[in-house]
């Protein structure tokens, strides 16, 4: 086998990985991508079926905002986001009917939220949160060395220290549940209820598992910018692989990687599915028990056994692609969450997500015609088998029928994705999504920082710190190249200020 030099490989095109790349690049690292599919993105990506544009994973953009992490990747890279700011964030719909609108705006909230579910502790509950969210996003750019895993991590940690970081700490212990009871929020069923499918949503988890911290921080996510991309999501991550190959850095689609060992020349060697790599540093943006496999390093796959969570506590989805003709108003909010009465059939979930796409994108589909991703989670995926696919289907159509979304004479396709579909497409084990579900017993300095092994290779993405969603990965992706310079080129760190 063909067997070349790189200076940096970058294993998987998830937003993590291209994020950790571009900046690199940036610095002046020559950098090659490793994607085993033939798009980029990961599980931000959109695929082509009958000629329409369908999203894998995640629909929705975040980050843009002051403070956050997309916000940073851009001013430093000149990285162009193609994107359209969503006026109305979301709806969700309880089983009894009620519609709820997120609005953006806080006040506008708040007495939503009020009109809902009455006025005890809403208003005090959102503006604690919101406040909470607020200094997160401030915090997480001032402590790139965050988790902390060498001296140097906390001198830099140090030199950056602020007294509303400090005030957040208190925030990791607590439970949201508490700070429901705090609020006089626990007696409020349909209050929870809701909170719980909007946290699975961003934390994948509901509220007696979440911390403040970061459950705080995904309830508010609608209070943000939220945008849709033209094309799909995978045009966010095609921008940023033009971005790497205009600071010198290449991608290499079906490139799968199968094992990373040390090499005896110093580096790695890396092998993927057409040939083998010599490279200087890795940065891997695949799950942790992934790369526990890939990694022939005895110490570094026991190292992280203290990391990995078993199948029966992570998540995958049970998703629909559907297309279908227009016979009424264009829809003018895009992202929906539906409470399902008795939950879905076979799986057993209590809501669905679902993503419309935009009346005037005609990048994934002719005038006339909406594209719909739904999903929905699924519990232990590697003890749930499912090949009642047609069923599946059929429901789909019935239940978005009955709530409105479309007919089922106009539907022009649909195909259900199972736990296994999302093997096949990502290479995942058990065909997880969403990264580690937040758990009130692993607090933040205990998950995987970005450092793999101590040496030259490095990890981001959704198992490890900070975790889900385009905004957690590309935070996870700028700590990795942050650190990576710091231990070997601390003279080009410079190079990536805003």
């Known amino acids: 086998m063909e067997k070349q030099k790189v200076q940096v490989a970058v294993i998987g095109s998830g937003f993590g990985a291209l994020t950790a790349a571009v900046l690199l690049a940036k610095a002046g690292l020559q950098g090659t991508v490793l994607e085993q599919n033939k798009y980029p993105g990961g599980c931000a990506s959109t695929y082509q079926r009958k000629g329409f544009w369908f999203e894998t994973g995640a629909t929705t953009l975040i980050g843009l905002d002051q403070h956050m992490p997309l916000r940073y990747l851009t001013e430093v890279t000149g990285l162009s986001v193609p994107a359209i700011r969503l006026e109305v964030p979301m709806q969700v719909r309880l089983t009894d009917g009620t519609l709820i609108t997120r609005y953006n705006a806080l006040e506008d909230w708040i007495l939503e939220a009020e009109r809902v579910f009455g ?6 509950f959102w503006t604690d949160c919101y406040q909470i969210s607020q200094k997160v996003w401030r915090v997480s750019l001032q402590q790139l060395s965050f988790p902390f895993s060498t001296f140097s991590d906390l001198w830099a940690a140090f030199r950056n220290l602020t007294l509303e970081q400090f005030t957040l ?19 409020n069923e349909r209050f929870l209820q809701f909170i719980d499918q909007q946290l699975l949503i961003t934390a994948q988890n509901e509220h007696q598992e979440v911390n403040v911290l970061f459950g705080a921080t995904a309830l508010c996510y609608t209070l943000y910018g939220n945008y ?6 995978r045009t966010l991550a095609q921008s940023a692989v033009e971005k790497l190959e205009e600071y010198g850095g290449q991608i290499r689609y079906k490139h799968r990687v199968d094992r990373i060992t040390n090499s005896t020349s110093g580096g790695y060697l890396v092998e993927t599915s057409k040939g083998q ?9 695949l799950p942790l028990n992934n790369l526990h496999q890939q990694l022939q390093e005895p110490r570094v796959q ?16 049970l998703t629909w692609s559907i297309a279908f003709t227009h016979t009424g108003p264009i829809p003018e909010v895009l992202h929906h969450q539906l409470h399902v009465p008795g939950g879905v059939p076979l799986v057993g979930s209590d809501s669905v997500f679902v993503s419309l796409s935009h009346p005037q994108d005609r990048q994934r589909a002719p005038e006339g015609v909406c594209l719909a991703a739904v999903s929905t989670h699924i519990t232990h995926p590697a003890a749930t088998y499912l090949d009642q696919k047609e069923v599946l289907e059929k429901w789909v159509i019935e239940f978005l029928a009955g709530q409105g979304f479309l007919q089922p004479e106009n539907v022009l396709y649909v195909q259900a994705a199972t736990p296994g ?3 096949k497409w990502t290479g995942r084990a058990w065909g997880q999504v969403g990264g580690y ?24 993405g959704d198992t490890v710190y900070p975790g889900q969603g385009i905004p957690g990965v590309c935070l996870g992706g700028i700590i990795a190249a ?17």
């Open 169 to 187: 700490l208190p925030k990791a212990f607590q439970s949201l549940k508490g700070m429901l009871e705090h609020y006089q929020l626990e007696e």
């Open 482 to 498: 942050h650190k990576l310079l710091r231990d070997h080129f601390p003279e080009k760190v410079k190079l990536l200020r805003p």
């Open 228 to 233: 849709y991309v033209p094309g799909g999501l």
């Open 421 to 423: 579909a999302w093997i």
């Open 302 to 317: 026991k190292r992280l056994l203290n990391y990995l969570l078993p199948a029966e506590k992570v998540n995958s989805a």
């Open 277 to 285: 790599l010599q490279a200087d540093f890795v940065v891997a943006g």
């Open 119 to 124: 006025k005890q502790g809403q208003r005090a």
């Open 437 to 460: 579900p937040q758990y009130l017993d692993i607090k933040p300095w205990q998950m995987k920082d970005a450092r793999l092994d101590g040496r030259e290779a490095y990890v981001c």
